[in-house]
Structure formats: structure tokens, C-alpha cells
């Protein structure tokens, strides 16, 4: 009877059925110099953030609903190096709530363009 009502109620407010598993999220960043791919990480709740490294580097992920159908990823790069740091908001990215890859390129001019690849998919 608790399995039927718990499925039930999970039919009855998609957004409970979205964010019942979390999501995993990989990003890779490139620009003219390197490329940094980020370990996969997993957002198990909405409003939470989450950090990976890559190199000196480091990437920090939020997911957020925006409706039934939508989630919202907020990302935020920063990179420590001897010359400086570095620190950067990404493009906020309004994704399909059951997984999506998304690859924007950035820049004015080879020299200056970097790329931003992410996949989101629900964890299950």
C-alpha cells in the first residue's frame, strides 16, 4: 500500500519525480591553451553545489527547478596559477529535466575562444 501511494504521489508532482535521484553532471572547458575535463559529479538534491578539480582548477555546479519540466545549472570556474588566479561565472543553462549536452563556444577571435561542454543526466 506505501508503494502505491509513494508512486502516486511521485505521478502527481513531476517535480518530486525529477529531483528523486539527484543528477550526474560532467564538464569539460577548452580554450586556446589546454583543455580541463572535470570529473563527473553528482548533485543529489537541488540547491546544493557541488565541487571538482581538474588540474588547478576547479568547478562548482548547481542545479535548481525551474518547472516541472526544467532544471537550471549554475557553474562557477576558478584556477589558481603562479602567475595569478582566475575566476569565472559560467553560463547559466536551462536544461531538460531527463538529461541534455550542451557545448556553447565563447570568445572574439581562435586566440581568445574557449568552449563549455556539459551533460546532465538524472541519476536513477
Same mark, same amino acid.
Given at each position: 500500500m506505501?508503494r ?5 504521489l511521485?505521478f502527481?508532482f +513531476?517535480?518530486? *519525480?525529477l =529531483?528523486?535521484?539527484?543528477y ?7 580554450? *586556446?591553451e ?14 546544493q553545489t557541488?565541487?571538482?578539480? *581538474?588540474?588547478?582548477? *576547479?568547478y562548482?555546479g548547481?542545479?535548481?527547478? @525551474?518547472s516541472e519540466?526544467t532544471?537550471r545549472? @549554475?557553474?562557477?570556474?576558478s584556477c589558481h596559477?603562479? @602567475?595569478?588566479? =582566475?575566476?569565472?561565472?559560467? +553560463?547559466a543553462?536551462?536544461l ?7 557545448s556553447? @563556444?565563447l570568445?572574439?577571435g581562435d586566440?581568445h575562444?574557449w568552449?563549455?561542454?556539459?551533460e546532465v543526466? +538524472?541519476?536513477?
Amino acid at each position: 500500500m506505501k508503494r502505491k501511494l509513494l508512486g502516486l504521489l511521485m505521478f502527481s508532482f +513531476p517535480c518530486l *519525480a525529477l =529531483s528523486s535521484g539527484g543528477y550526474e553532471v560532467s564538464v569539460m572547458v577548452k580554450d *586556446a591553451e589546454k583543455e580541463l575535463i572535470f570529473p563527473p559529479i553528482e548533485i543529489p538534491f537541488f540547491g546544493q553545489t557541488v565541487i571538482s578539480h *581538474a588540474g588547478d582548477c *576547479a568547478y562548482s555546479g548547481k542545479l535548481t527547478q @525551474e518547472s516541472e519540466t526544467t532544471i537550471r545549472l @549554475e557553474g562557477k570556474m576558478s584556477c589558481h596559477y603562479k @602567475e595569478g588566479d =582566475s575566476f569565472m561565472d559560467m +553560463p547559466a543553462l536551462s536544461l531538460d529535466g531527463s538529461g541534455q549536452v550542451v557545448s556553447i @563556444e565563447l570568445g572574439d577571435g581562435d586566440a581568445h575562444m574557449w568552449k563549455y561542454n556539459v551533460e546532465v543526466k +538524472p541519476i536513477n
